[in-house]
């Protein structure tokens, strides 16, 4: 069956009115979450996590696919009224466009972010569409080597491109891999790091890590951060419908961070905040007029937005075909479908076309619901960051608390996410990125499973990762990585990026 046909039958598993119904929540709590600061996707997802088990599979990844891409949408809203990011992805995006709402032109900067966010979406998810198939294809000739070493550079990716020392990324990413190995060897019958705990014999949740290193770590932080003092714009939003010098400026950028968006989001630990600022560095450098960015260039607003809803969309690319989350949420994606009984990877597609297809019809349909609701509804979901954080983080808590319990029904599992929890606020306080701790934990058993398994194969051979060609092709960019940011000149300018990052 070709992509078209693939596609009508995506629509019509989309179009049913119990997964519109899905798509439409997902999408409505994705903005809502992205407009409040410090709740993000993460935290959503994981609190909902547990409960799509009662789910059909499509309906379960279509709500929480709209969560994690309606956040983008939402985040840029506050960005732009309220210089307060929703999320981390959007701190670029107040950098020029709460400028622009400061001279009143709150409405354009909305308005381009939107139509930006909408093509990069649209265009995002046709690349998906167009090459998640030829890529699962390529997959299925992939053996245990392959995998190994996939894997492997997945996870030396995320541990380089993240904020601090290389050496910290590798080590959150190898303490991961431990957590991950917690259980029975599936070979020898031997319990790992369990302790003689009973209850750790058969590993710990992925749901239950989750909301401890998130949720519970998250609600503790931002308990001390306050919004007070900030200057709202939503009462001059006018004139939504840009310009023609608006559009004839913002074109360009926004396919420019479509296409940056789109590479950066399927590397594993990139993702969107780094897409975003490396759209906002490109836009620098190439205009004209470089001394207007920071002082309300349009262009620091659809060149941004675009490259993270771009980012948003491509990184379902590996998660779905070759079952390598390209962020924490992806992880959080690929647990849903583990919860469902479905493995991710190559065979997702041809064994679930219905989940697959009815995911990359429900995004199209999303990113337009998106634009809908974000323009005409900005004075309602401003108004949200009135509601108190003393009443929002107790409903949190008490939401994860269910659900993690409703999972295996053991009140182990809410103490080991406390647990987690203070490991993730230990996190925060040493300014160690979670994102390698996280793709450990998932990716950790995966590369044990396909080292042993090569291993058998060669007879305890290591060359035989060398010698098949695909295999030796991933190490080596794993080590070329690895090489470079050694290198003064590379290292500096990751920094540069990851300091912006920061300040804003």
């Known amino acids: 069956m070709d992509v078209l046909g693939n596609l009508i039958l995506g629509f019509s598993v989309a179009l049913s009115a119990t997964n519109l119904f899905y798509c439409l929540l997902g999408v409505t709590l994705g903005t809502f979450i992205g407009v409040l600061p ?44 309220v210089n307060l990011p929703g999320e981390a992805s959007s701190v670029v995006t107040a950098i020029d466009g709460y400028q622009m709402a400061r001279k009143g032109r709150a409405g354009a900067a909305l308005a381009i972010a939107a139509i930006g966010s909408l093509i990069a979406g649209c265009i995002g998810t ?10 699962s294809e390529l997959a299925l000739q992939f053996g245990a080597p392959e995998y190994f070493s996939l894997m492997l550079m997945a996870l030396i990716l995320s541990a380089s491109l993240v904020h601090g020392s290389l050496l910290q990324g590798i080590t959150m990413a190898l303490l991961g891999v431990v957590v991950g190995l917690i259980g029975i060897d599936v070979n020898s019958g031997a319990y790992r790091f369990t302790f003689g705990i009973l209850g750790l014999v058969e590993g710990v949740e992925f749901s ?4 401890g290193l998130f949720a519970f770590a998250i609600i503790v932080v931002n308990l001390g951060q306050t919004t007070a003092g900030r200057e709202v714009f939503t009462s001059s939003v006018s004139g939504l419908m840009p310009t023609r010098n608006d559009m004839k400026r913002t074109w360009k950028p926004i396919l420019r961070g479509t296409a940056i968006g789109s590479i950066l989001g399927i590397l594993p630990g990139a993702g969107q905040t780094i897409a975003s600022f490396a759209s906002y560095m490109t836009e620098k450098r190439l205009s ?44 959080l994606l690929l647990g849903a479908l583990l919860i469902q009984g479905i493995t991710p990877g190559p065979q997702v597609i041809d064994q679930h076309p ?7 019809a429900s995004m199209f349909i999303g990113n337009v619901i998106l634009v809908l609701l974000n323009l005409p509804l900005v004075g309602i979901w401003v108004a949200m960051l009135k509601i108190p ?7 949190i808590l008490v939401l994860s608390c269910v659900g993690i319990y409703s999972v295996n029904h053991s009140a182990l599992d809410v103490s080991l996410a406390a647990l987690f929890g203070l490991l ?6 040493l ?43 991933f190490l080596l960019v794993a080590c070329v990585v690895l090489v470079a940011l050694v290198l003064p000149s590379v290292r500096r300018t990751k920094d540069e990026v990851i300091v912006s990052e920061s300040d804003g």
């Not at 993730?424 to 306080?429: D, E, H, Q, R």
Request: net charge negative.
């Open 424 to 429: 993730g606020y230990i996190f925060v306080k």
């Open 38 to 81: 410090g709740v993000g996707p993460l935290v959503t997802i994981a609190v909902l996590l547990p409960m799509t088990f009662t789910l059909p599979p499509e309906g379960a990844m279509i709500m929480l696919a709209g969560i994690y891409y309606g956040a983008a949408y939402g985040g840029s809203t506050t960005a732009i009224l």
């Open 126 to 135: 046709v690349l998906i569409a167009m090459f998640a198939p030829p890529l």
């Open 389 to 395: 954080y003393r009443w929002l983080y107790p409903i």
């Open 208 to 211: 239950v890590v989750a909301m």
């Open 354 to 360: 219905e989940l697959f297809w009815g995911l990359i």
């Open 288 to 331: 004209r007029t470089p001394g207007e960015f920071g002082h309300g260039a349009i262009e620091g607003v659809a060149g941004p937005e675009s490259a993270n809803n771009a980012a948003a969309q491509t990184a379902f690319i590996p998660t779905l075909t070759l079952g390598i989350p390209a962020t924490p949420t992806m992880a």
């Open 431 to 473: 300014d160690c990125e979670p994102a390698p701790f996280i793709l450990g934990i998932v990716l950790g058993p995966m590369i044990e499973e396909n080292l042993r398994r090569a291993m058998l194969l060669s007879r305890g051979d290591p060359m035989i990762f060398v010698r098949h060609p695909i295999s030796a092709a």
